[in-house]
Each structure stands twice: as C-alpha cells, then as structure tokens.
C-alpha cells in the first residue's frame, strides 16, 4: 500500500521518571515504540522514526531489530513540539500517517482507518468525559474547524469533549507546504503539528475526524499508564491465543510475552508466565511455572518449574522444582529438584531428585552429556565436562568427574558405619 508513515519519538518523555528513553519501555517483552513500527509495518514500506533525546539508543535498538527504518534527527532546540519534529521530514508517498511513538496499543486496522477516504487530512479524534490534557477539536456542523491545545484555550473551549487522538493522514504534498509555515506563537513556544488543521480548513481543504476506539490510542507517558497498557494488551494477546485454542486456567493470572507461539493443544495452568520468544506445542505448563526463551514440545513442566532460556524439551517430563537451562532433553524425566544446565538427554534416561549438573567451574560453563536409558539415581553432582554413554546407572549420592562407558554403572560412596546405642553414650539415658 502506498501510504509513507511517521512516527514521532523524540520527545523526552521526562514523566517516565526512567534513564530509559520511554519509547523503549516494554510492553508484553516488546518496546513500544516496536509495537508502534509493527503495525505501521503491515500497511507501509516506507517508515521513518523523528529522533532527538537518546538518539543513538533509540536509533541502535532499532536498527538491531530492523533492516529498513528511516531517521529522521528533530532540530528540537530551534524548533520544539510536533511541528519541529516534521521539519525536514521526506516521505515517499502520496499519503503520509503521522503517529506517536508511545502508543503500543494501536492496530493496523485502526491506522488502516485512517488512511481511507480522499479527504486531505484525516485526523483520530476521541470523546472523552475527562478530556483534561488533550487537544480539543472545535467542530461546526460536522466540520473540524481547529485543534486547540489545552495550554491555549479559553474557557468555553476548555469544555470540548472531542479530543485530538493525536494521529493524522495527511496528504503529503500539503503537509510538506504546511509544515514550514508553522509558528510557535502559542502558550507552550512550540511548533504545533495540530495547526495544519486550521491552515487546510482556511484553504476550504477537506479534514475528516475518525472517530476511535480510546483504549487503542492511550499514549504512554507514565509508569501508571505503562501497567495500564500492559493489562489491555495481555487481555488480548490471550484472547486471541484461547480462540486459537490454547486452554488457560485463570487467565488473569498468566502473562504471556506478545512474541510467543502456539501450537497444537497447549495448556497453561494459572500463574505461568511465558516469557520471551517462547515456542510451545502440544505443551501443559502447570501452575507457577516460568518458560522463557525455550521449546517445549510434547511435554509437560511443573508445577513450579523454571525453564531457561535456549532449552529445547521434546516428549519429556519436567516436575517441581526443576530448573533447565540452554538443554535439550528429548524423552527425559526428571520429576523433581533438579538443576539441569548446558546438558544433552536422550530418550529413556531418568533424572533423580537432587541431581545437579555442575556446569560452572567459577571460569566457564562445561557440558553434560548423557546418552539413552541413563538412570540418574538421587542426590548425584554431575562435574561438567562430562560425557554419559547409553545404558549406564550412576547410584544416589556419586559425585561424577570421569566420563563413563556404555553399560556401565558408576557409584561413589563412603562406607556407612553403624554405632549401636550411640545416642544414649552421647545424649545419655
Ligand atoms: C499532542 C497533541 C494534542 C493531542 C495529544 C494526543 C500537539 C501540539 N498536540 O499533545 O493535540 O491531544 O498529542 O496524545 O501535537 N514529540 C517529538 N518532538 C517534540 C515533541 C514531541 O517527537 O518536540 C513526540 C513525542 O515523543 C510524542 C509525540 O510527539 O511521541 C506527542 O508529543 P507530546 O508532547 O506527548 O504531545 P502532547 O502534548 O501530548
Ligand atoms: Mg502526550
């Protein structure tokens, strides 16, 4: 589709009250200001992202993540406000869509609204009982007339209800005739991107209000209105993933990143959390468990167990209390206390309570491999690196630094002495 896009984030966003710039601020494991590139991606090839305070963090971020977004550096010492961020800005195509970089909750379809039509300027507008901070549409009979920022109006227009949103389509060679024009002969000094309305109403141009939904046009700018968007898109995210089938026992209690996958019959019991790029099929998570980076496959974790990032698990079965981390285990059981770390195991093999792969050495991390049909008894320590071959036994309690042989059973242990009547000798009678 030909529509070019711009998405303003160069303000400072200071009531974040954060080091990190807000734009990068997450929501559901994904900044905002991506959420934002997302949708603005289904519907155009030609982005660019207006930059100044944390530039160069925010411009790295996003070129870690994307290939083809422009940047466009706001002069915002001699030209301050959403105007002077469109200063110099060059689009592509015949429409450009203005958005702002701290609302996460946009959808493509709400853009895609906004793109319709032939009016010259679209702009989002929102009715709202409190319209306190928001700039205020003054409409006549259907017709936008301005946008007044709050800083600037009188009193009657204090009590307009209809809100600015903050997003616009505007054709581009228009805005590119506008933008110059501006001034900042307003409360705040600033160069106000919301008068080209009343400079293409003057011009007898047509400006359409899109009336939107205001949960989708929340803008972010505190840590209050971070957790509140972070509800309203969790909501969704398992919304849609319980209509594609995936069963969630107290919905309210699970979070799950915007980046993992389903697929198959998955269930996931209250309090898990599914964190990161996370790939689950056929997967049961049970209660208080924590997936986070890894692929569960055909089987089932927890209650309370905590999968690490890089894990692959495959026909295995993960009980309490165990931690895996950046292993691949395929039809593997290991039910309880358990810490399994830089570890390969094979099909049949069965993981003792207690064990531990001691895959640190206080310098590097080592590997652990262990072949088919390994049977780990209880309480054994693993001293990485270290090679397992099928069909082998370690008994409970060894301690194992040797690599062992197929078929072999490996056992540590000191000999058990029994002292009759001991207590009574010690304690007394
Ligand atoms: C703006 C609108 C207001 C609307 C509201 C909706 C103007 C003048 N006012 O006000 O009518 O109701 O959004 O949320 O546009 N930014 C820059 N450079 C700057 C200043 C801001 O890139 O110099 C970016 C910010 O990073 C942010 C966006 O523009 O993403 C909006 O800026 P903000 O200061 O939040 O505008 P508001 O005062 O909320
Ligand atoms: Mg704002």
Avoid: W
């Avoid at 991606?41 to 030609?46: E, G, P």
């Amino acid at each position: 589709m030909s529509i070019s896009i711009v998405i303003l984030a160069a303000g400072k966003g200071s009531r974040m009250k954060s080091t990190t710039p807000k734009v990068l601020h997450e929501i559901s494991g994904k900044s905002m200001l991506f959420h934002a590139i997302d949708a603005g991606q289904k519907i155009s090839d030609d982005i660019t992202v207006v930059l100044y305070h944390q530039a160069t963090r925010v411009q790295q971020a996003i070129e870690s993540h994307y290939q083809n977004i422009n940047f466009h550096m706001q002069d915002a010492k001699q030209f301050p406000g959403t105007g002077g961020a469109m200063k110099g800005v060059s689009t592509k195509y015949e429409k450009t869509l203005i958005l702002n970089g701290d609302m996460p909750l946009i959808t493509q379809n709400s853009l895609l609204a906004l793109t319709e039509g032939t009016a010259d300027i679209n702009m989002s507008v929102i009715k709202l009982e409190n319209p306190h901070g928001y700039g205020r549409v003054l409409i006549e009979n259907e017709n936008v007339q301005e946008i007044v920022e709050q800083k600037d109006c009188n009193q009657a227009q204090l009590a307009t209800k209809t809100v600015n949103a903050g997003i616009y389509c505007v054709n581009t060679k228009l805005l590119n005739r506008y933008i110059p024009l501006l001034s900042n002969k307003n409360a705040q000094k600033e160069y106000y991107l919301t008068d080209i309305v009343k400079m293409a109403v003057d011009e007898n141009k047509t400006v359409s209000p899109i009336y939107v939904e205001e949960e989708e046009f929340k803008g972010v700018n505190s840590k209050l209105d971070l957790a509140d968007a972070e509800v309203i898109m969790q909501d969704r995210i398992k919304k849609e993933l319980m209509e594609s089938g995936v069963t969630m026992r107290f919905p309210d209690s699970i979070y799950i990143d915007c980046r993992a996958t389903f697929e198959g019959e998955c269930i996931l019991e209250n309090n898990v959390n599914i964190i990161g790029t996370s790939k689950l099929i056929n997967a049961h998570i049970k209660t208080n468990s924590i997936i986070e980076d890894s692929i569960i496959e055909d089987s089932d974790v927890g209650p309370m167990g905590r999968i690490r990032p890089l894990t692959y698990l495959k026909d295995t079965h993960i009980g309490n209390f165990v931690e895996v981390k950046k292993s691949t285990l395929t039809g593997v059981k290991a039910g309880h206390l358990a810490y399994i770390g830089d570890a390969t195991i094979n099909k049949g093999s069965n993981i003792g309570a207690g064990v531990i792969t001691c895959n640190y050495d206080g310098k590097a991390k080592h590997k652990t491999i262990i072949g088919k049909n390994v049977f780990v008894g209880s309480d054994c320590q693993l001293v990485a690196p270290v090679t397992i071959e099928d069909d082998v036994i370690i008994a409970a309690g060894t301690t194992l630094n040797k690599d062992i042989k197929k078929g072999s059973l490996a056992i540590t242990r000191s000999a058990l002495k029994i002292l009759p009547d001991f207590f009574y000798k010690f304690f007394g009678k």
